[in-house]
């Protein structure tokens, strides 16, 4: 993993000349002035762990597994956020932790937390690092030090209760892993989020992951049979059945708690069969209401694909749904690109009567070929990203979700928004999941540097939360809260809420050393 931008430089971008040619000219992006600064340039937070600390976490999981050198600690200082790469990029790691350390077991875990709970040190629990809203960044204030507890060597397939269909997994799998070794038993998660890469298992489950195939296998806290957690306050084991009328699902106080709750150590994940086949095509509607009208009625009268995503007219003629190919047009001839995808072992009849549905509203079939292009596109906008801020220009995202009857208030304030603080911004959206009651409106911004980038998105977004609040959608649906949705996700809570939250947090947490600063307002 690039440590200032994203995956493997290998798979480095160009841009091409017409993608070139609409920063130029449409938004007046230039050159950065100055070049990213090399690895060992970046200023680090200065250590403030005493050596006998070191010492001591070293005692609990083997001094190799607790890393001081310069390199350990700039690839763990925050996420893969565009404000987290545009600092990194500029030399300032000042949110570095003081050390890596990495566990080999719950066991060693729960130490570590005592450890930690004792001398007051704060813990980052840390698995891809791929998160984009500030959930790998530690108040430092008040604690002896930093460290980030990096799951990397947890990172087995456990169990297969092929009966049951689950899996138990330790939380530090990265997805194609842990594909790789469900396939061997003829089985997937059928998760694939465009961090897929990189991120963990026991991110998507602390932060509510949503993958581009949600239609079909469901979000990731779909997928959480159950899971074993450690806390300073001792362990919590979730999830003994398939439903329970057991009193409240303590689960879900874990999934999303990004580690403020406790560390999760192991899953047991609700797997699929292996799809016997898998088809993807292209649809076009010539507005973006008649195609957000066409996914609501495949989601409430069926049947839904796997995958569903609807980019509206500019997300369309930038060619964002296909990263490949992008800049050589949308493939959907003005309107709005749906991508449709199905996987499993009825795909004929699915993608017949969605086939159906989608004529009937007024969709254009494209053919497979735009479903290839973006199948192979996938998971590679994250490179584009990189590219584009060589450039010199900001790339974002944001997304929210609503209900379907606010659905364009919340489409129209947020770019509303977005405009009204970056001026002249390139605004592209698409439905990226849906459900019977509503769906997911994810954006992506580009837009010139002026100044210090990292403050203009920090305005600009911002004024997009505040939008988002007002209109009635919710601040985050997969990428979670971290520190940069801390206060929205108050709002949302009400009072009574963040009182549960902190009530929470002082019972199994008391010393409060767990990922500081992040989810809890
Ligand atoms: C380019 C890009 C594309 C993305 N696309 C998507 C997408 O399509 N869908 C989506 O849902 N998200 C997406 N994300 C966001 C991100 O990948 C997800 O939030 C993912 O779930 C994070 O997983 P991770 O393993 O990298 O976790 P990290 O980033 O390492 O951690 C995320 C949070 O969870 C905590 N945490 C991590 N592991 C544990 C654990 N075992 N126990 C307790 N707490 C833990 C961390 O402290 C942190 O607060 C994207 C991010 C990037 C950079």
Redesign the pocket.
């Known amino acids: 993993m690039l440590w200032s931008g ?1 995956g493997d430089p290998a798979r480095a971008r160009e841009l091409p000349e017409p993608v070139r040619a609409l920063l130029r000219d449409l938004l007046g992006v230039r050159a950065p002035e100055r070049p990213p600064v090399p690895l060992e340039e970046v200023r680090l937070a200065p250590v403030t762990l005493p050596a006998h600390l070191l010492e001591a976490l070293g005692g609990v999981v083997g001094a190799p597994h607790v890393r001081t050198s310069h390199e350990a600690r700039v690839r763990h200082t925050r ?3 565009t404000p987290d790469l545009l600092l990194m990029r500029a030399g300032d790691g000042l949110d570095a932790p003081d050390a890596v350390v990495l566990p080999g077991s719950h066991e060693e875990v729960a130490e570590l937390l005592a450890l930690c709970s004792r001398e007051r040190i704060a813990v ?10 500030g ?2 960044v530690a108040e430092r204030a008040g604690f002896a030090g930093v460290v980030a ?1 990096d ?1 990397g060597r ?1 990172d087995r397939l456990l169990s297969v209760d092929a009966e049951s269909m689950l899996a138990e997994f330790q ?2 799998a ?1 997805a194609p892993e842990a594909e790789r070794l469900l396939a061997a038993h003829g089985l997937t998660l059928g998760h ?5 890469e ?15 195939a949600s239609a079909g296998y469901g ?2 806290d779909d997928m959480v049979a159950g899971m074993t ?1 450690a806390t300073p306050a001792g362990p919590l084991e979730l999830g003994r059945a398939p439903k329970s009328a057991a009193g409240p699902d303590l689960r879900q106080l ?1 999934l999303g ?9 192991s899953l047991r994940l609700r797997v699929r069969r292996a799809p016997a086949e898998k088809a993807y095509e292209g649809w076009r509607f010539a507005s973006f209401r008649e195609g957000t009208a066409a996914l609501r009625a495949l989601a409430q009268e069926g049947p839904l694909p796997t995958v569903l995503r609807l980019s509206d007219e500019t997300e369309t003629m930038v060619g964002l749904a296909r990263p490949d190919a992008i800049g050589g047009g949308g493939g959907a001839d003005g309107g709005c690109l749906v991508i449709a995808g199905y996987e499993g072992a009825s795909v004929a009849a699915t993608r017949a009567g969605a086939a159906r549905v989608l004529t009937r509203l007024g969709g254009e079939p494209l053919g497979e070929e735009p479903g290839r292009a973006w199948e192979h596109g996938r998971f590679s ?2 490179y584009l ?1 990189d590219s584009l801020l060589a450039a010199g220009a900001t790339v974002e ?1 944001l997304e929210t979700a609503g209900f379907w009857s606010g659905l364009p208030r919340l489409y129209d304030a947020v770019r509303l928004a977005l405009h009204g603080s970056l001026g002249s911004p390139l605004v592209m959206c698409h439905v ?1 999941h849906v459900y019977e009651t509503g769906a997911c409106l994810y954006f992506t911004v580009v837009t010139a540097q002026h100044g210090d980038p990292v403050a203009q998105w920090a305005r600009a977004k911002e004024a997009a939360t505040a939008a988002v609040v007002e209109a009635g959608g919710t601040v985050s ?4 809260v ?1 520190r940069d949705h801390r206060e929205a996700y108050a709002a949302e809570l009400g009072p009574v809420g963040v009182a549960i939250l902190r009530a929470v947090k002082e019972r199994v947490d008391p010393a409060g050393v767990l ?1 500081p600063g ?2 809890i307002p």
């Open positions: 994203w996420g893969k956020s980052v629990p840390f698995g891809g690092g791929t998160s984009v809203v959930g790998l507890l799951l947890m939380p530090g990265r694939f989020p465009q961090s897929y990189y991120a963990t298992l026991g991110g998507f489950a602390a932060a509510r992951s949503s993958g581009q979000r990731f957690v874990v708690s990004e580690g403020a709750f406790g560390v999760i150590t906008a994250p990203r995202t990226s649906h997969h990428h979670g971290g990922n992040v989810l």
